[in-house]
C-alpha cells in the first residue's frame, strides 16, 4: 500500500486554502494528506524540519513574499518540489518565481483538478530525478578526487624507479658506445650506422624517462635543488653553443641579446640550463625559416615578477634576471593556451603529428622556476609566434620572502607517500581556484569544493588536514555548512581557518579563531577544545561570550573540570581568557573585532560557534556581518594572500 503524498500548503488565506484542498480531495488517482501553513517563519520551520512530498506556496505572505521564501530555504539547502501559486499572470513573475527555484507555477482560479494532479506528479518526479543526479555527482566529485590521490601514488610510485629505468637505458647506452668505438677501428664499419640509430634512440629514449621522473619528483615533493654562484654570461654561453645547431637546422636565424652586465646569479646552473634549453629548442622546432631570439636583462625585482598574483612592490636585495625567448613560428590559439603547462599536454596533438615530444618540457619547467622562486609566462598569437619570459630571482636562496620549495613549505607526506589534504569549500570556487594558483609551488594536496551540501560529505571521504571555510554575508547557508564540518566527529583534528567576505567575495577578512565548535554544544567536544587552549587546572578560567544563553551552556559543561571566573578587566588580558562567539547571536561583530589583536599570542583564546540548523541564522546575521567586513575588510587579492600565509602558518604549527 502506498503512503498519502504529504503535501504542504503555505498561504495566508484561509478561503485560498479551503479552495486548493478541495481541488486536492478530487484527486483520484492517489491520497494526499495536505497540511496548512499561514504564516512566513512557520513555512520556513515546516519545509526545513518536516519536509513535505511537495510545496504549494503563495506569492503573498504577510509582508513578505513567496520569493523571498523560496530564496531562502533553496539557499538553506531546501530541495523539496515547490508549486507556485498567484494570482497574477505577468510573465516576469513567472520567470523570477523559475530562477527562485519554484518548479512550477500555477495561476489561481485558472487551474483544473487535472492540471493540478500533473504539476504535482511532474514536480516530484523531477525531484526525485534531480536528488538522483546529485547523488551520481557526489558520487562522482569523490571518484575524481580518489582518482587525484591515485595520481599522487603514481607520482611516488615512479619517483622511487629511477634507478631501475635509468641503469638499463645507460647500459645500452655505454655499449652501443664501445660497439661503434670497435666498428671504426676494425673491420665492422658496415654496421656503425646500425649501431648509431641505437645510441640516438637510447639517447630518445632516456630524455623522455628523464622528463618523466623529474615531473614524477616534483609532484611526489622529491625534487633536490643544488643552488650555487656561477657567472650567468658563461652558463648562457653554453646553452647558446648547444642549442645553435637545432635552431638552425629548420632554416632559422637565431639572434642573442644580453644586456652588457648579467653579473652572478645564485640559483640550480642545472635546472636553469635545462628551462633555458628547453625553451629555445622548442622555439626552433616549432619555427621554421623565421627567427628565434633570447634576450636577457637584469633589474630590480618585485613581487609581481615571481607570482602574478601579488603587487608590484619592490624585493629588497633581489634583482630578477629575465629571459625571454621568442619565435615566429607556428603561434597557439587560445584553447592550446588553457593547457599549455600541463603535462603531456602539446600544441600538435594531431594523430600525424609532425614535431614529436612527450608533452612533459614546458609543465617542467615552470614547476622547476617556481621551485628557485620564479615564475614563466608564455604570449602567443596563431600564425604569428610565440614568447615565454622567464623571470628567475638572482638569488634563490631567497625565495622563502615570497615564495618557493624551501623546508617550511614542504609537509609531511601521510600513508603511501601521499601529500596532506588542505580543503577549500565555499558557495563559489573562484577564490579556491585563486589560492590553489597562489600556493602552486607548496607540497600540499589543495583540493576545492563549491557545493556546500556536498561539502560536508568530500570533507568526511577525504580526512584532510586543514579546512579552509569560506562565510559569505549573503549566503547564510555557509554559517550552517561551517556548523556541520565543526560537529562532523571525523573532522575533530583537523585545522580550520575561516574567512569572511561581502556578497560579491570582493571585499573579506580572515577571522582570528583558534577553533570551531558546533551549537547546540557538545560536552566532550568543548572540554577538548579548553584543554587544548587552556591545560591544567591550576588557574581559573575566564569565559566571555556574546551569548548570554552559551555562557550559561558552556559553563555548566565544563565547571566540574575548571574554576570559572568572570572575564578578567583591565588593559592586561589574563592568558587563560577564552571568549565563546556565537556567529549566529548578537554582538557576534563586536567579538570578532575584538579578537583581531596584533600579537595574538597576548590575546584571549577565540573559538567561533556555528550553528549546524538554519533555523538558527537569524536574518540579522547578514547585517552583522557586512558591517565587520566594512569595518576591518581587505580587497580579495590581499585577502588570498592573507589566508595563503596564515594556511602555511597553520600547517607549519600543526
Known sequence: MHEPVDVLIVDDDEDDFVLARELIADIETSDYRVRWVQSYQDAVHALLTAAPDVCLLDYRLEARTGIDLLREVRGLGCDVPIIFLTGQTERELDLEAMHAGADDFLIKGSFTTRELERAIRYAIER????????????????????????????????????????????????????????????????????????????????????????????????????????????????????????????????????????????????????????????????????????????????????????????????????????????????????????????????????????????????????????????????????????????????????????????????????????????????????????????????????????????????????????????????????????????LQEAGMLIYLVDEQAQFGCLLASDGVVSAPLQALQLQRIVERLSPGTAQPLHLWSNSAGLLQEATEMIRHTRRIAAPAGGAVVDPSELHLVHLAAPGASWGLAAGRVDDRARGPAVVLVAPDDPRAVPPSFAAEMRALVEQTGIPRQELAREVGAALMAKMRHD
Open 127 to 490: 525531484a526525485a530525478t534531480g536528488a538522483a543526479q546529485r547523488r551520481l555527482t557526489e558520487e562522482l566529485r569523490l571518484m575524481q578526487v580518489q582518482a587525484q590521490r591515485s595520481s599522487q601514488a603514481k607520482s611516488t610510485f615512479l619517483a622511487n624507479m629511477s634507478h631501475e629505468f635509468r641503469t638499463p637505458l645507460n647500459a645500452i647506452l655505454g655499449y652501443s658506445d664501445m660497439l661503434i668505438d670497435q666498428a671504426r677501428a676494425g673491420e665492422f664499419e658496415q654496421i656503425e650506422d646500425d649501431l648509431n640509430r641505437i645510441r640516438n634512440a637510447g639517447h630518445h629514449l632516456l630524455a623522455l624517462v628523464t622528463d618523466i621522473l623529474d615531473l614524477s619528483r616534483i609532484e611526489a615533493g622529491r625534487l633536490s635543488l643544488a643552488p650555487e654562484r656561477y657567472p650567468l654570461g658563461e652558463l648562457l654561453r653554453e646553452v647558446v653553443d648547444a642549442v645553435a645547431p637545432l635552431i638552425h637546422r629548420n632554416g632559422n636565424r637565431f639572434v642573442y641579446a644580453p644586456a652588457d652586465e648579467l653579473g652572478e646569479m645564485v640559483a640550480d646552473a642545472t635546472r636553469t640550463r635545462q628551462i633555458l634549453f628547453n625553451l629555445l629548442s622548442n622555439a626552433g622546432k616549432f619555427t621554421r625559416k623565421g627567427v628565434v631570439s633570447l634576450a636577457v636583462t637584469r633589474r630590480a625585482a618585485r613581487l609581481s615578477d615571481f607570482n602574478h598574483h601579488a603587487g608590484d612592490q619592490p624585493i629588497e636585495g633581489v634583482e630578477c634576471v629575465e629571459f625571454v625567448v621568442a619565435d615566429s613560428g607556428i603561434g597557439m590559439t587560445p584553447k592550446q593556451m588553457e593547457r599549455l603547462f600541463e603535462p603531456f599536454s602539446q600544441v600538435d596533438d594531431t594523430g600525424g603529428r609532425r614535431f614529436g615530444g612527450s608533452g612533459l618540457g614546458l609543465a617542467i619547467s615552470r614547476r622547476l622556476a617556481r621551485a628557485m622562486g620564479g615564475e614563466l609566462r608564455a604570449r602567443s598569437e596563431i600564425g604569428r609566434g610565440s614568447s615565454f619570459r622567464l623571470s628567475l630571482p638572482s638569488d634563490s636562496t631567497a625565495a622563502a620572502r615570497w615564495r618557493g620549495l624551501t623546508p617550511e613549505r614542504q609537509f609531511a607526506a601521510g600513508e603511501r607517500g601521499q601529500l596532506p589534504i588542505v580543503f577549500v569549500l565555499g558557495p563559489t570556487d573562484a577564490f579556491g581556484r585563486q589560492l590553489r594558483d597562489q600556493l602552486a609551488d607548496v607540497q600540499l594536496d589543495i583540493v576545492v569544493e563549491a557545493d556546500l551540501r556536498r561539502g560536508v560529505k568530500l570533507a568526511r571521504a577525504l580526512g584532510p588536514s586543514l579546512l579552509v571555510v569560506e562565510l559569505n554575508v549573503g549566503a547564510p547557508a555557509t554559517l550552517v555548512t561551517l556548523g556541520q564540518l565543526a560537529r562532523e566527529p571525523s
